[in-house]
């Protein structure tokens, strides 16, 4: 089995910064990509920012880009997103996904989410 389990969210006001982290374990093989997803309330989920995990460039939504920074420690198998200058609507709940290989079938993986809420 595996797990992510995100953890950072929180209340902040505009301009103010979080830092998420979204550890995987269990029994994983190899991580090709992990990154990071978001739903607002009423909207679909949208792509945030992804990273690699054998090197190769971070890709970042318009939303995120200068004031997002997303990070890898491949030794704990964990992936941050660091956010900075954030807005209201960068409310939502963050999502972890990695797309490893495993001991069991899948290769597609999801977080619970972690709620973040940029109120003033």
């Known amino acids: 089995q595996v797990q992510l389990v995100e953890s950072g969210g929180g209340l902040v006001q505009p301009g103010g910064s979080l830092r998420l982290s979204c550890a995987a374990s269990?029994?994983?093989?190899?991580?090709?990509?992990m990154g990071w997803y978001r739903q607002a309330p009423g909207k679909q989920r949208e792509f945030v920012a992804r990273?690699?995990?054998?090197?190769?460039?971070?890709y970042y939504a318009d939303s995120a880009k200068g004031r997002f920074t997303i990070s890898r420690d491949n030794a704990k198998n964990t992936v941050y997103l660091q956010m900075n200058s954030l807005k209201p609507e960068d409310t939502a709940v963050y999502y972890c996904?990695?797309?490893?290989?495993?001991?069991?079938?899948?290769?597609?993986?999801w977080g619970q989410g972690t709620q973040v809420s940029v109120v003033s």
């Open positions: 269990g029994s994983i093989v190899s991580i090709y990509i």
């Open positions: 990273i690699p995990w054998s090197g190769g460039n971070t």
């Open positions: 996904n990695a797309q490893l290989r495993a001991l069991v079938p899948g290769t597609d993986y």
